[in-house]
């Protein structure tokens, strides 16, 4: 995830943002830059470590003002020109976010005489500060002060943004701003930070001022005013910080999975963000390679990936069939590898990989490759091998996730799999736009129905705490909440060491059964739908053996409670989306179930983040 820091005071600026990046390390990133403010600005970046980037460096930089960045690539390449900070002219700036808007604004900008040299979202806004500040590409004199170029180019941003600006005529000065992208300001003894998360600056001052969405803040001589979004002042309270710096890079969370689980509510959105219209019912994924005809004529999909990635290949499974009429095949990379397939027809692979990196994955996708099909890769790591070796890539935009345990990556797969899905099934003329409207309407508010899901977790804390001595548990679930099932018992059993299996509902009665006791705990996925009775009918049987049954239900059925022990709820979503909230929950409830146990939660025994071997 990316990480923005600023300094403005009385020290040298550079060995302080350089320690403050190095603070954000643990964030993950592919690349960093700071620029420093003297008489000018000086720029430094890199690709690789923070110490990389200190070793460019040139002895004793001037200038006690100065802003930072680590970069986690989403719009662009891990390369030196694509990393921040982004320069026009005399102004630098660095960000945090995604500026959904970025191409018509780009577009405009080249109309109006601004050459880019790099690939990102962000230089838009280095550009737009310069336009709105010198009235062009080749205006010489301001004909505004810097607020108000900030201030100008914020109301055209749609997305999410932290940024820090320095201008080279504005010596002294910094302006800060937020929308979406967590800011935070130390104040110090006569020096004031600015950074995305606490711990860059923790060392120096313990007091801090959170900014709030659509504030700008000025900093200088030491202070720092803050303004709403009509430029108003705005009188902000000071907050002492107790934590310590571990605690602080897991923000106050006690483990990462547990900070990742609480992510989703806007990684889930960053996927999104900028590629669906409800309005008119598409999705817009430019970065896919394949045209119309060709996914007119697609005969059959081939899903290759590994562990939680093959679960959410499975929900794919039945969007591309459901909703787009197209034959779907799951594999795991270790199997497809060595198999036989039959390939005939034009057949698509989908590589589902978190980290790109897994070496089944990669292997299996060559050898699709090499039968002459299309593949595509779904992943989280811009950069990584998969993304060099395909044909076009769909990033998630999870963020760098820290937990061995993949979370808010498996949700993310989701939501780019029910776009997918929905794009084909449009192109294909398989589903209405009034339909394609419907679901993307519900799309738009599953960041909501996941925050409450969360505000909530209280209640699957204590149902986790009741069972979390039992020796086994059963996941249970039918069609799309299926794979949901597996996903649910393969989360358990990696944290808490529970043995767990996940099964089709439908299938406990040909052999499963004559393992429950009245001491196995059941999770059934009972959300409404199509197969809403057949997975009641699944309930009782599982009751009928005096098993305990916790229901994973939505929030308006009153009647699941008269059959099962407890019921774990989620808002009410189209059909069709449940399977994301239910995934939060099951999530919550195998976290709790490993703290109970007192497991090492991010790191579990015997597992590895990235199976980068065979
Ligand atoms: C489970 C988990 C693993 C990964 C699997 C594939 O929580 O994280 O099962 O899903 O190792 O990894 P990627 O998605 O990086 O290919």
Not at 252 to 265: D, R
Request: some cysteine.
């Amino acid at each position: 995830m990316c990480g923005i820091v600023g300094y403005v005071g009385e020290k040298p600026a550079a060995p302080i943002l350089i320690d403050s990046l190095k603070k954000l390390e643990y964030r993950g990133y592919d690349s960093a830059g700071i620029c420093v403010l003297n008489d000018s600005l000086k720029t430094y970046k890199t690709t690789g470590k923070i110490v990389d980037l200190e070793s460019i460096l040139p002895q004793g930089i001037e200038g006690t003002i100065g802003i930072g960045h680590t970069r986690w690539a989403t719009h662009g390449k891990p390369n030196t020109v694509n990393s921040h900070p982004h320069l026009s002219r005399d102004i630098a700036v660095v960000h945090n976010g995604i500026i959904e808007n970025y191409l018509e604004l780009k577009e405009n900008l080249i109309g109006d005489g601004y050459i880019f040299k790099s690939e990102t979202d962000t230089e838009v806004i280095a550009h737009l500060l310069h336009s709105h500040l010198y009235g062009g590409s080749d205006g010489q004199s301001k004909k505004c002060d810097l607020i108000t170029a900030v201030q100008k180019t914020l109301r055209m941003l749609e997305g999410s943004y932290a940024i820090a600006v320095l201008c080279g005529s504005e010596p002294g000065l910094m302006i800060i701003a937020r929308k979406d992208s967590p800011l935070v300001v130390g104040i110090g003894d006569g020096e004031i930070f600015a950074a995305s998360d606490v711990t860059s600056f923790l060392q120096h001052t313990r007091n801090v001022v959170f900014v709030d969405d659509n504030e700008v803040a000025l900093i200088r001589n030491g202070s720092v005013e803050f303004f709403d979004a009509d430029g108003n002042p705005v009188t902000k309270e000071t907050t002492k910080i107790e934590w310590d710096i571990e605690a602080a890079e897991k923000a106050g969370y006690e483990h990462f999975m547990l900070k990742e689980i609480h992510e989703q509510a806007s990684s889930v959105h960053d996927t999104f963000a900028g590629k669906i219209s409800e309005m008119e019912g598409t999705v817009i994924l430019d970065e896919l390679n394949i045209s119309d005809e060709q996914i007119r004529h697609m005969s059959r999909i081939e899903i290759i990936a590994c562990g939680t990635s093959w679960n959410a290949g499975l929900v794919g499974k039945y969007l591309f069939e459901q909703l787009a009429g197209i034959h779907t095949d799951v594999d795991t990379g270790s199997e497809f590898r060595y198999g036989y397939p039959v390939v005939c027809g034009e057949v698509l692979t989908i590589a589902i990989t978190q980290s790109g990196e897994t070496a089944d994955t990669l292997a299996a996708v060559r050898g699709a490759r090499s039968y002459g099909c299309q593949a595509i890769a779904i992943t989280n790591v811009v950069g990584s091998t998969i993304t060099r070796e395909i044909d076009s890539v769909l990033y998630t935009r999870a963020g760098p996730e820290i937990g061995v345990a993949a979370t808010k990556s498996f949700t993310t797969q989701l939501i780019t799999l029910y776009m997918l899905a929905l794009k084909f099934a449009r192109i294909r003329g398989k589903m209405s736009a009034e339909d394609s409207k419907n679901l993307l309407v519900a799309l738009k508010k599953i960041p909501a129905d996941i925050q409450k899901i969360l505000n909530n977790k209280a209640v699957i804390q204590e149902c986790a705490r009741q069972f979390a001595d039992a020796e086994d548990y059963f996941f249970i679930g039918r069609h799309l909440n299926y794979p949901i099932a597996l996903e649910g018992a393969l989360k358990l059993k990696e944290i808490s060491y529970i043995h767990a299996e996940g099964y089709a509902a439908g299938e406990l009665k040909h052999g499963p059964l004559a393992l429950l006791t009245d001491k196995t705990p059941v999770v059934a996925i009972a959300t409404k739908g199509h197969t809403y009775d057949k997975m009641l009918s699944n309930i009782k049987e599982v009751k009928a053996r005096d098993a305990i049954v916790i229901a994973v239900a939505n929030k308006d059925d009153t009647e699941i409670e008269k059959y099962v022990d407890v019921v774990l709820r989620i808002p009410r979503t189209h059909e069709l989306l449940s399977p994301i909230l239910s995934s939060v929950v099951l999530q919550l409830l195998a976290y709790y179930t490993a703290l109970e146990r007192g497991c090492s939660i991010d790191k579990p025994r015997n597992l590895a983040k990235s199976v980068t071997v065979e």
